[in-house]
């Protein structure tokens, strides 16, 4: 049991060790988006910008890609800008599963999985902050206190400095 | 090195002396000010007494000798930012002659022609078969590329002798319709820094766009 227990902690702790933290450049990219342009993180600088990652085999994602949604809509006149990052490998599944949720927001393909890498992502849904000198200030996971409803205090902070 | 050198030590001295200065009052400050004046704005249960002093003209003067320090101040600190990007810029060419020095160096650059039967959407580029670049381009991209803009591809470093560059370019043709086209080049590396340029441009007279590597010599 103690083996165990130690075991967690330590994947738990390996696991935080890899997350990409607050106080870190956030590495650029640049993908496809569906039924848009090619983005690219860097021509957002000077903009607070959120970067999710989410996937249609993920249960909570739909749910959160809605808030994300609703939080775009109220804020994106200061100055908001979110990217939803899909990660799925069937790229028609994505598509369909976007279509169906009919959002706003740019849903952008990483198929090879290069940036969910770079972003070191560990579970999903997962949200990163990016203040506008292009620093990641906030990391939020898919628990209660991840929920991007949770993150509007911290990106209205963001959009005031 | 000794470029370096030469710009860190004054950029450390500079810093320095911002340093010091914000911590503690400028000499001149302390030789001007008499210690009776002083100590009433040291102490705040004495700031009423020091009010009629302001009508003093000697104690008007003061806040505008502090304007120069605060010139000075500025200047040493635009001087400092000057010094900083200097710094950076000489980090920067020592970095790119360490990790490419000019005899295994090789650039290849990226040129759009007028792109009226191409829009860009990735480059990819092999160079003897192994990915070495694959660029996936933003609308405002291409349209730096299409006024005038030169990207560089790559950097990196191969060895002297014989060797093949593949680009393979995607986008959109004549007629908005998905286009892809390769081109490929045989090129010697001799001592001495390399640099290749994909160029787009458009045949006009085949309506179709063209894509070639050029060797600058």
């Known amino acids: 049991m103690a083996t165990l227990l130690a075991f967690g902690a330590a994947t738990a702790a390996l696991s935080a060790e890899r997350a990409l933290r607050a106080g870190q450049a956030a590495p650029d990219f640049a993908l496809r988006s569906v039924g848009g342009p090619n983005l690219r993180l860097s021509e957002q600088l000077g903009e607070v910008v959120v970067v999710a990652f989410w996937s249609s085999r993920c249960g909570p994602c739909r749910a959160h890609l809605k808030e994300l949604d609703s939080l775009h809509a109220a804020l994106k006149d200061q100055g908001l800008i979110v990217y939803a990052v899909n990660v799925d490998d069937d790229m028609r599944a994505a598509r369909e599963y976007a279509a169906g949720l009919s959002l706003k927001i740019p849903l952008l393909l990483d198929p090879g999985k290069g940036v969910a890498r770079a972003y070191r992502v560990d579970t999903l849904p997962m949200m990163f902050s990016i203040d506008r000198q292009g620093i990641v200030r906030g990391v939020r996971r898919d628990d209660r206190s991840g929920a991007p409803s949770n993150a509007g205090a911290e990106l209205r902070r963001l959009l005031a400095q | ?217």
């Open chain 2, 1 to 217: 090195m000794l470029r370096v050198a030469r710009v860190l030590i004054p950029v450390m001295l500079a810093l320095a002396a911002v340093s010091s200065g914000a911590q503690t009052p400028p000499p001149t400050d302390a030789a001007v000010t008499p210690p009776a004046a002083a100590a009433p704005m040291a102490d705040p249960a004495a700031a009423p007494a020091a009010e009629p002093a302001a009508a003093d003209p000697a104690a008007a003067a003061e806040p505008a000798a502090a304007a120069p320090d605060t010139r000075a101040l500025d200047e040493q600190i635009q001087t400092l930012k000057k010094d900083a990007v200097d710094l950076n810029r000489e980090l920067f060419m020592l970095e790119e002659e360490l990790l490419f020095p000019a005899n295994t160096q090789v650039a290849l650059f990226l040129s759009m022609d007028v792109g009226e039967y191409f829009a860009i959407d990735t480059v990819q580029v092999k160079i003897d078969n192994k990915e070495v670049s694959n660029y996936l381009y933003t609308p405002r991209e291409a349209e730096a590329l299409l006024r005038g803009g030169v990207q560089r591809l790559y950097l990196g470093n191969l060895k002297v002798g014989d060797h093949e560059l593949v680009a393979i370019f995607t986008g959109k043709g004549p007629s908005e319709r998905d286009y892809r086209r390769g081109a490929a080049l045989r090129f010697k590396k001799s001592v001495g820094a390399k640099y290749l340029e994909l160029k787009i441009s458009d045949r006009q007279r085949r309506a179709q766009p063209e894509f070639e590597i050029k060797d600058w010599e």
